[in-house]
Structure formats: C-alpha cells, structure tokens
C-alpha cells in the first residue's frame, strides 16, 4: 500500500508542508509507503479545456509543459492521494488548482480512473477561508468517485510563519487522526481487487 502527498505551498518546510508529514507520519507507523511531493513554486499550467484527454483517452494531458503527467502517473501507483495547499485570498494555490484542474479532467477523460482511490485534504491558514479551500480540494475527490474519510474536526492548522501550525494542538491532533483514519480505510479496502471492483461498474 502506498500514500502520495502533494504540497502545494511554494514554501517547501512550511505549515502545510508540516501538516502533510504529520499525516504522513501516521501512515509510516502502519507500515504503509509514503512519497511527499512537492508542486507549489513550480510551474504547473492550468487546464487549457482542449479536450485532448477525452480523444486519446491514454490517461495522460496532452499539454507538455511539466511534470503533471508524471504527477497523474504517481496518483495512479498510490492507493490514497494527499493535497496540501495553503489559504491564499480564500482558495487553494494556483499549483494546486493547476493539479486538479488537469488530473481531474484527465481522470474523467479516462472512465474515473481514480475512483475508490482514498482521497483526503489538509489545509494551512492564517485565519480565515481554510474551509473553502478544503472544500475546493475535497470537491475534486467526490466527483472522481474517490473515497474520503474524516477526523475529529475540518482538517485545518492555523498558523503564518513557518512552524507556527506546530503550536496548533487541535489542528496537530486533527491531522494525526487523520492519518490514522486513512491508514484504517487503506487496511480495510486492500483487500478488494481492481478487477472486482471493475467488474461491479
């Protein structure tokens, strides 16, 4: 079993950043195989809507210009899928949005691809607008048909400078129980095949 992670911060040992591994941590205490990977500050073009995906139908978008089909190919390998991203003016980052934008479309181009896949969302904040953001994150999962599971509150952590979310004790717990929750849900769905699965659509 495997977790992929992606941190869509520009700043690389920020508080989502310090978040993601908390969940990441928890995932490694049941043996399951992590990768953290990093997007914000990269450059990750939006979608374009040229529809490619759903001609070719290869699992990958047509655009060229990064690594994002090497981002969906790491979705694909991984049983659940982590997205990090800060709050900026009440929304996700623009590399984070660029990661949904284009994997999603691609995922839909491609029959679902990444349905009954665990997907969950962690989110860093100053103050205010985490939810929407964790909603535009947990949005992306839903309509992929990805399973997404909870903690003991809105899996957010509050803090500006890097390391401040440490000091957040409710959003440090939120996020260990996270992980904990999604090694659960791993655990429980590793036994059912894709072939069965793909049978039951």
């Known amino acids: 079993m495997k977790a992929v992670a992606f941190n869509g911060s520009p700043r690389k040992d920020g508080n989502t950043a310090s978040m993601v591994k908390l969940v ?3 995932l490694e205490k049941e043996k399951i195989r992590t990768e ?14 040229c529809n490619q995906c759903h001609s070719a139908r290869d699992k990958s978008c047509a655009q060229k210009d990064d690594k994002l089909n090497e981002y969906i190919k790491k ?16 929304n996700v980052s ?3 949005k660029a990661l949904i934008d284009r994997a999603g479309m691609t995922a839909k181009a491609n029959d679902d691809m990444f349905r009954r896949k665990i ?3 962690v989110v860093a904040v100053r103050r205010g607008g985490a939810i929407h953001v964790f909603n535009s994150i947990n949005h992306f999962f839903l309509i992929n048909q990805m399973i ?19 000091g957040d004790e409710e959003g440090v717990e939120t996020m260990k129980v996270l992980g904990k929750n999604i090694a659960w849900v791993m655990k429980k ?9 793909n049978r039951e659509k």
């Open 94 to 96: 623009a590399e984070t």
């Open 36 to 49: 953290l990977v990093q997007i914000g500050g990269t450059l990750i073009r939006g979608c374009i809507a």
């Open 148 to 166: 997404v599971p909870g903690s003991c509150y809105w899996n957010m952590a509050y803090g500006l400078e890097p390391g401040d979310a440490m």
């Open 189 to 197: 769905t590793s036994d059912q095949s894709d072939d069965s699965l």
């Open 75 to 90: 979705m694909l390998e991984a049983d659940a899928i982590i997205i990090g991203s800060p709050t900026y003016f009440a």
């Open 24 to 26: 990441l941590k928890e």
């Open 119 to 121: 997907g969950a969302a």
